[in-house]
């Protein structure tokens, strides 16, 4: 970061002015195409005027303004005829009417945005996603009017006389921001040249977004294995260097040196968990578990960590039953991570409760849940860290989380496990107040 400020004159973008140049060239280019068009009516106004001064009848000045406001009105006013071109493509012939309703079958038969323009780039039809990625695309539109960016409308100009297609990249920004790969084909049949041009779209964004997620992942999980390896390999250069004859020092960082030992442990282990239970993840559980023994389970196990940490922990039962399609060993993850979050991050001396109520189905279709809160007395969480809380490596304070023990992958566990179990979680938080975590699971069908 630099607090440095630029005070020299603002330069344009260099692909503003590009596309500046651009417009420039294609609005001459135009105004030439009409002159040339209209040549001889320029011509025979020529001749009429002059013949008028010849014979008197009118002065050279107001000859010259009527000629110059002829022409000018020539280049400049929108015209009424209808480029020949465009008129024959969009005039129905019988052939190509057939070839392009097949084409319009086979572009609805397709699952990515797809857009037929005649050669002069005039929409011919589109498919239902196209429709759905531009909402301003009609047929008889111009593509300009809902993709602007000058490398695609140079692609379509060109494509009628190139034959190849070409691939370019699109960015919107508004309104959500996306990128797409946008491929302007033109159609050729042998030596026939100019033909229509196909256009497809796909979406980049999703891929993109999964590639820096999983970018992202291997940066924060290097990171975290990082930190306490330099410090192991630190403690070590030095017990082998200056602190080599020093059993005080011996004493002292030992300990130290098995606590980064033990993180790295906790590391690995819960990324293995992560990725078993996300390579699972859409294999549903199909054992029927009663979340009662899961609840007894949770107690014995965590009941002497409470006590250890200073803190009480209360366990509540389902009267009955509460049977689910589960994994055991899942379910019992997930309770323990919520419990030990609530002991590391709940006040010191506090109480922790886990609450257990039957939420009846409310009518033939629906299925009753189960319910499991976890909760706290702790300081709470502030409302704009509770959307992320299930991220990996997510933590509201991330020295408090590693001084504890904590790894960032608790949460994201959580909601993997509960995703295979078709189970969802709700956070409920406020600051001072403390927090609870719900986890839901639904009942399994009887029989
Ligand atoms: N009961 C709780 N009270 C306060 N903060 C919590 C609680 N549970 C989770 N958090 C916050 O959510 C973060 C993510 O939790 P988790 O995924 O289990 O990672 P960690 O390994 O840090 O415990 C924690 O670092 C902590 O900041
Ligand atoms: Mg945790």
Redesign the pocket.
Known sequence: MTNQVDHSAPALPPGLLWRALHAVRRGLRELAARLWSSLWQVVIVAVIMAALVALGDLSVGLALIAFASFVASVALLPRQDVDPLLEAELRPSPVSGRSRSAMHVMAEALPDPVILLNRTGQVLSCNAPARGLFASLREGSHISSVIRTPEFLDAVSAAPKSRRSVTVIYAERVPVGRRMEVTVAPLTRGSERDGNILVLLRDLTEGERINQMRADFIANASHELRTPLSSLRGFIETLQGTAKEDPGARERFLPIMAEQASRMTRLIDALLSLSRVEMNAHVPPSNLVDLNDVLGHARDTLERIATDSGMTLEVERFPKAAIVRGDRDELLQVLQ?LVQ??L???NSGGHVRIEAKHIPSLGRQTRGRYAISVV?D????AAEHLPR?TERF????VD??REKG???????IVKHILNRHRGELAVA?KPGKG?T?TVMLNEAHAG
């Open positions: 991570n979050n609530a590391k991050y709940g706290d702790g300081p709470g969480i809380l997510y933590r509201v304070d408090s989380s904590g790894t960032g992958l608790g949460l994201a938080s927090s975590f």
